[in-house]
């Protein structure tokens, strides 16, 4: 089985930056594509950014497009979300995901354990 685990997050103002990373063992995202999905308080999960292991494609949600950058360490088996230019309304726990390909929290077949961000104004 693979196990992910987050690392990064923290209290900042807005405006900082944070990395994120997500670390797999028990497996590797070779054959998955790897995300970010992000759950704020009384909020449902959404999708942040992901990319396609195996090819490096990458994909954002709206709200994060220029601001944030997902990238992928393959011989280190581990993941990052570079993210920039925080706002307040970046505020959540942030899960990392290995998805079978379609990007969906139903096709979610491992996830992280979360990691806190605050972004304070």
């Known amino acids: 089985q693979v196990q992910l685990v987050e690392s990064g997050g923290g209290l900042v103002q807005a405006g900082d930056s944070l990395r994120l990373a997500c670390a797999a063992s028990?497996?590797?995202?070779?054959?998955?594509?790897m995300g970010w999905f992000r759950q704020a308080p009384g909020k449902e999960r959404e999708f942040v950014a992901a990319?396609?292991?195996?090819?490096?494609?990458?994909y954002y949600a709206d709200s994060v497009k220029g601001r944030f950058t997902i990238s992928r360490d393959n011989a280190k088996n581990t993941g990052y979300l570079q993210m920039n230019s925080l706002k307040p309304e970046d505020t959540a726990v942030y899960y990392c995901?290995?998805?079978?390909?379609?990007?969906?929290?139903?096709?979610?077949?491992?996830w992280g354990q979360g990691t806190q961000v605050t972004v304070s104004s």
């Open positions: 995901a290995a998805l079978g390909g379609v990007i969906a929290i139903a096709e979610v077949d491992y």
């Open positions: 028990g497996g590797t995202f070779s054959s998955y594509t």
């Open positions: 990319i396609t292991w195996s090819v490096g494609t990458t």
